[in-house]
């Protein structure tokens, strides 16, 4: 199993910026993957950006040239970073860390929460 923990999340301005921190730890050398999703009130989850070990990337339309995903290795540890420039007020949400594991039974660990408020 893997522990994540969040940090970053706050009230920030349209236009503002924010970057959003997850450090893993536990079972780290199985995960695969890494990223971000957010539950906006009232909408379903999404993922917002995802990398993967080997530094592929991957995000939703609505925050491509807005977002960076980028992920910090150490021998006990994984850090996931989301800077988050241009902040809009959809993009006001909850802000939820994954960890996908791989091997024999893959699954997914989840961070608590940040909660990330965009005002006009």
């Known amino acids: 199993q893997v522990q994540l923990v969040e940090s970053g999340g706050g009230l920030v301005q349209a236009g503002g910026s924010l970057r959003l921190s997850c450090v893993a730890s536990?079972?780290?050398?199985?995960?695969?993957?890494m990223g971000w999703y957010r539950r906006a009130p009232g909408k379903q989850r999404e993922s917002v950006a995802q990398?993967?070990?080997?530094?592929?990337?991957?995000?939703t339309d609505s925050v491509k040239g807005r977002f960076t995903i980028s992920l910090e290795r150490e021998n006990a540890k994984n850090t996931v970073y989301l800077q988050m420039n241009n902040l809009q007020v959809e993009d006001t949400a909850v802000y939820y860390c994954?960890?996908?594991?791989?091997?024999?039974?893959?699954?997914?660990?989840w961070g608590q929460g940040t909660q990330v408020t965009v005002s006009s």
């Open positions: 990398i993967t070990v080997g530094g592929n990337t991957d995000y």
């Open positions: 994954n960890a996908d594991r791989g091997g024999l039974v893959p699954d997914r660990d």
């Open positions: 536990g079972s780290i050398f199985s995960i695969e993957s």
